[in-house]
C-alpha cells in the first residue's frame, strides 16, 4: 500500500484524498526494486505505485538492469553466483547467465548484447555475452569493483573500486584500461551525463561526487554535502540520476537519509529531501516526473516529484531494497 | 624566472614521469612475537598461530591490486621471533635492510623496548597487539601509531551503549591477569565518564579446572551463583577476561537474571565475526577465501596498518616512506576500514579513530559512538582519551 505523505497539516483531509479523488493520467511504467535480505524483485505499478508482484530470485539480489527492448531484466544474484534473467511478461526467470564470483552491479553496453560485471571478490570486470550466455573476457581492476558506468555511445566503461579508490576508464573495443582517476575514499556509482563528455563517481566514505571530463580523464569539479544537523560521516553518496534535462542531479546520500538535488553547472547542492532510511539508489521515470529511490533500512520506496522536489509516496517493497529501475 | 620555473616543472615532470612508468616498491616491514598458545576457556576458537599476520599479507595483496594502477608495489618483510629477546635484534635487522615502517604485532613492553631503540629512530611503528592506554598517554611515542582500539575506547564504547539503554548499574568481575587488571580500570574510567555506577566490584579467582569432567558444569554453575549472590542491585555483569579463561561460565548462571557484557559476552571490539556491514562482507570473505579462517581483530588492525600505508602512498603518489608516514598523518587522511565512516589518526596521541562495535558471538548488537554522544570536532572523538584529557607528550 503506497502512504501518501502530507506536506504540511494545513492540506487537511482534502489533501489526503487528492491522490485519490483526481484521475490521474495514465502512467504505462512499472518500477522494478530488488531486495538484497529477500531474494525477490518488487514489482510497482507506476499508475497507482501498488504492488502487482513479488518475484523469487536468487541470493542476495544487488544490481538490476533492463535489456534494451525491456522485455527482460538482468538481476546480479551475488551469493548465487549467476545473473538471473528475469521474463517481464511471465514474471519468471527464464535463465541464467555467467557471472564470476559474487557480481553486484552490471551495465549493458548499447549494443544489447555486451553486459558488464562487477565481481566484488575477485577484483574482476567480466564481460558476459547475453545472447550466447557466455563469458566474453575479464578485465582485472582494483579491489572491489563496484560502479559500472557506460558512456552513452558505449565508448567506454567507467568502474569504480572501492578500497583502491580509483576509477578505472575501460575501453569497450580494446578491454584495455586507459586511464585510472583517483577519487575519494570508497567510491560506489559511475554516472555519465547524457552528452558523454562528463561522468560523476560517488564516494561513500569521501563524502563527496568527483566530476570527471572524459576526455581530460580527470577531475574537473568535487561535489561537497553538508546537511544541517547530520554528523558529516552519516553523509555518504551512492546512487546518482540526472534529470531529464540534464541540469539537475539527484544524488542519494545513505545513512543521511536525504537526496540531495545537485545544479549540474554550478556543482552546488540547490536542496536535500527527507526520504527513507540509508538511501542507496535512484531511477528516473520515463517523463523525468518522478525520481524513485530505494530505502534499504527502512525497506520501502521514496517517490519524488521533480516538479515540486516534494516527497510524495513511501512504498513499502520487500526487506534491504537496493537496486531500482523503471520499465516504460 | 618564468623560464627558470618552467624548466623546473619540465624536471619535475620528468622526475614524477618514471615513478609511474617503472614499479616504485615499498617494503613495509612485519615484527611480531609469538607469544605461547593458551587453550581458552571454550574450545570451539583455538586462537590461530597466524593472528595478524594474515591481515598484513591481505592488506599487501589488496595494496597491490591497487598499485598495478598507480605503478607502486608493497613488499612485506616479515620477522616473528619465538623469544622476546630477539625482538630487538630483529627490528635491527629489519632497519638495516633499509625498512621504515614497521608492523608492531608485539606486547607493550616490547614495543617500548624497540620504539626507545637508536636504529629505530625515523621509523614508524604501526601497533596492531596492545591495547594499553599508557602507550596512548605518559608512555606515548611519536613515531607510534595505533590501529587498534585501545581499552579505554573499548570500555567506552560499552559504556555508551549501558548509558543509551540505561544500564547504569555494574557488577564488575575482573581476572588476575594484568591485562585483565587495566580492563577493569577502563571500565572504571568509564564509569565515572558516563555517570555509570560500579555497585560492586569482585576478583574471580576460582579456577573450576575441571570443565572437562562429567559433571563440570555443575560446579561453574553452582560457584557463579554463590559469586554473584547478596550483591547490591545491578543492571549489567562486565567482565575483564582477556584471556578467556573463565568469562564465558558467567552467563546464565548469576544469581540475578543478568546481562554479561566485557571482554565475553556483549563484547566491544574493533571486528568481530557477525559484522557484515558497510561492505564488510567482502573483507570477511577475502580473508576466509585466503586463510580458511575468520578474521580477528589483530588480523584486520594488521590489514589496516597496510592500507593505510597504501592509501597513504597512493594519494601521496610516492613510496618514499618519509612522506607516506607524513601522509598517513596529515589532515585530511582517510582510511576506510568497512566501518561506515572514514578513519584517521588522532594528532595527539597516534590512535586511529574508529567506530568500535558491540557484538555477541552470532550478533551485531550495536555500534559506538551511539547516537547522541556528541562531540565538537568528531563524534569518535567521545570513545578514548580526547585531546583535553591526554597525558601523552610525545619524546
Known amino acids: 500500500m503506497p502512504i501518501p505523505l502530507i506536506p504540511g497539516a494545513a492540506y487537511g483531509v482534502a489533501a489526503l484524498l487528492l491522490p485519490l479523488l483526481i484521475a490521474q493520467p495514465p502512467r504505462a511504467e ?174 561513500e566514505i569521501g563524502g563527496t561526487v568527483s566530476v570527471i571530463d572524459a576526455e581530460a580523464q580527470s577531475v574537473t569539479g568535487t561535489v561537497e554535502f553538508s546537511v544541517p544537523g547530520v554528523p558529516r560521516e552519516a553523509v555518504q553518496p551512492v546512487g546518482m540520476v540526472f534529470s531529464a534535462d540534464g541540469a539537475l542531479a539527484y544524488v542519494a546520500l545513505g545513512p543521511s537519509n536525504r537526496v540531495a538535488v545537485v545544479d549540474t553547472r554550478s556543482l552546488e547542492v540547490q536542496r536535500y529531501l527527507l526520504v527513507g532510511q540509508r538511501v542507496w539508489n535512484v531511477a528516473l521515470s520515463p517523463d523525468g516526473k518522478r525520481v524513485f529511490t530505494t530505502n534499504g533500512v527502512s525497506n520501502d520506496m521514496s517517490v519524488i516529484d521533480t516538479a515540486t522536489h516534494r516527497v510524495t509516496h513511501s512504498v513499502p517493497v520487500g526487506r534491504a531494497p537496493w537496486g531500482v529501475v523503471v520499465k516504460r | 624566472m618564468p623560464a627558470v620555473r618552467a624548466l623546473a616543472l619540465v624536471l619535475a615532470l620528468l622526475a614524477a614521469a618514471p615513478a609511474i612508468a617503472a614499479e616504485a616498491v615499498l617494503t613495509v616491514g612485519y615484527l611480531g612475537l609469538s607469544v605461547p598458545r593458551v587453550m581458552p576457556n571454550t574450545y570451539l576458537d583455538p586462537p590461530p598461530e597466524d593472528e595478524g599476520i594474515q591481515g598484513a599479507r591481505l592488506g599487501a595483496a589488496d595494496n597491490n591490486t591497487t598499485g598495478r594502477f598507480t605503478g607502486q608495489r608493497f613488499l612485506l618483510e616479515e620477522r616473528v621471533v619465538a623469544d622476546p629477546e630477539g625482538v630487538a635484534p630483529a627490528l635491527r635487522e629489519l632497519q638495516a635492510g633499509g625498512i621504515r615502517l614497521v608492523v608492531a604485532d608485539l606486547p607493550a613492553a616490547q614495543l617500548l623496548e624497540v620504539a626507545d631503540l637508536p636504529e629505530a629512530a625515523g621509523l614508524t611503528l604501526l601497533n596492531v597487539r596492545a591495547p594499553d592506554d599508557a602507550l596512548r598517554n605518559e608512555s606515548c611515542r611519536r613515531d607510534v601509531l595505533h590501529l587498534l582500539p585501545s581499552r579505554a575506547m573499548q570500555a567506552d564504547a560499552l559504556g555508551q551503549f549501558l548509558a543509551a539503554r540505561r544500564w547504569r548499574n555494574i557488577l564488575l568481575i575482573s581476572g588476575p591477569a594484568e591485562g585483565d587488571k587495566l580492563y577493569a580500570e577502563a571500565i572504571r574510567r568509564t564509569a565515572r565518564k558516563f555517570q555509570l555506577r560500579i555497585v560492586a566490584e569482585k576478583p574471580w579467582t576460582f579456577d573450576p579446572g575441571a570443565r572437562r569432567t562429567d559433571t563440570g558444569h555443575y560446579g561453574i554453575a553452582a560457584e557463579v551463583a554463590r559469586f554473584t549472590q547478596g550483591l547490591p542491585s545491578h543492571d549489567v555483569v562486565v567482565v575483564a577476561d582477556e584471556n578467556g579463561d573463565w568469562g564465558d561460565d558467567v552467563a546464565w548462571r548469576t544469581a540475578e537474571p543478568r546481562p554479561v557484557a566485557g571482554t565475553q559476552g556483549l563484547v566491544p571490539t574493533s571486528w568481530a565475526r557477525p559484522h557484515e556491514q558497510w561492505g564488510a562482507t567482502q573483507l570477511q570473505r577475502r580473508f576466509r577465501a585466503r586463510t580458511q579462517r ?102
Not at chain 1, 582494483?142 to 567507467?158: I, N, Y
Not at chain 1, 568502474?159 to 584495455?176: C, Q
Not at chain 2, 602512498?313 to 589532515?331: D, G, I, K, N, Y
Not at chain 2, 559512538?369 to 619524546?395: A, N
Open chain 2, 294 to 395: 575468520w578474521m580477528l581483530p589483530r588480523d584486520h588492525a594488521a590489514w589496516l596498518a597496510l592500507r593505510a600505508v597504501g592509501e597513504a602512498a597512493t594519494r601521496a603518489r610516492s613510496t618514499e616512506p618519509e612522506a607516506v608516514a607524513a601522509r598517513m598523518r596529515a589532515a585530511g587522511f582517510e582510511l576506510a576500514g568497512f566501518k561506515g565512516v572514514p578513519l584517521s589518526f588522532r594528532d595527539w596521541d597516534g590512535q586511529l579513530r574508529q567506530p568500535v562495535l558491540l557484538a555477541s558471538d552470532r550478533s551485531l548488537v550495536s555500534v559506538s559512538p551511539q547516537p547522541g554522544f556528541q562531540h565538537q570536532f568528531s563524534e569518535l572523538d567521545t570513545l578514548g582519551t580526547d585531546k583535553p584529557e591526554t597525558r601523552c607528550q610525545f619524546r
Open chain 1, 30 to 203: 512499472t518500477i522494478l526494486v530488488s531486495n538484497e535480505k529477500d531474494n525477490t524483485i518488487t514489482v510497482i505499478d507506476g499508475a497507482t505505485l501498488k504492488i502487482t508482484h513479488t518475484v523469487p530470485v536468487g541470493e542476495r539480489p544487488r544490481g538490476i538492469v533492463l535489456s534494451r527492448d525491456g522485455t527482460q531484466l538482468y538481476v546480479c544474484a551475488g551469493d548465487s553466483d549467476r545473473i538471473d534473467v528475469l521474463d517481464l511478461a511471465t514474471w519468471r526467470v527464464v535463465h541464467h547467465l555467467p557471472s564470476g564470483s559474487d557480481p553486484e552491479l552490471l551495465a549493458l553496453h548499447p549494443d544489447g548484447k555486451r553486459l558488464y560485471v562487477a565481481n566484488e571478490d575477485d577484483n574482476l570486470v567480466t564481460v558476459v555475452d547475453v545472447q550466447q550466455r557466455a563469458v566474453l573476457t575479464e578485465i582485472p581492476v582494483g579491489v572491489e569493483p563496484e560502479g559500472m558506468g557506460l558512456s552513452p555511445d558505449g565508448r567506454f566503461l567507467v568502474n569504480t573500486s572501492e578500497t583502491t579508490n580509483m576509477a578505472h576508464m575501460i575501453d569497450t573495443g580494446s578491454g584495455e584500461i586507459v586511464a585510472n582517476v583517483l577519487v575519494g575514499a570508497r567510491p560506489r556509482a559511475a554516472v555519465w551525463e547524457a552528452d558523454g563528455k562528463r561522468f560523476w563517481v560517488s564516494a
